[in-house]
């Protein structure tokens, strides 16, 4: 049985920071990309940042330089360092794997159950 744990979410001021953290069981984590996506109020869910097996990243544009994904393989977690936050960052961050790298949230089959992170200005 395939679990995602996310944790790290909060409330925090517009250019504080958080670290989410997302641990991974029942499956073979390094075998895994593994991918932040988020969900805003009354909107869909949309593409974070992804990262493969072999640690290459990608960011969707808006988190550029501000967002950092990494991922501890002898944990079995990934990790999101988001600094410089912003309001429009409010949302509900969810981490989720797949066997390839993929940025649609269709193409990924395990989802942990979410955190939410609140930016306040």
């Known amino acids: 049985q395939v679990q995602l744990v996310e944790s790290g979410g909060g409330l925090v001021q517009a250019g504080g920071s958080l670290r989410l953290s997302c641990a991974a069981s029942?499956?073979?984590?390094?075998?895994?990309?593994m991918a932040w996506f988020r969900q805003p109020p009354e909107k869909e869910r949309e593409f974070v940042s992804a990262?493969?097996?072999?640690?290459?990243?990608y960011y969707v544009d808006s988190v550029k330089g501000r967002f950092t994904t990494s991922r501890d393989n002898a944990k079995n977690t990934v990790y999101l360092q988001m600094n410089n936050l912003k309001r429009e960052d409010t949302a509900i961050y969810y981490c989720?794997?797949?066997?390839?790298?993929?940025?649609?949230?269709?193409?990924?089959?395990?989802w942990g159950q979410g955190t939410q992170v609140t930016v306040s200005s």
């Open positions: 029942g499956l073979i984590f390094s075998s895994y990309s």
């Open positions: 989720a794997a797949t066997p390839t790298l993929a940025t649609r949230w269709s193409d990924y089959t395990y």
């Open positions: 990262i493969r097996w072999s640690g290459s990243t």
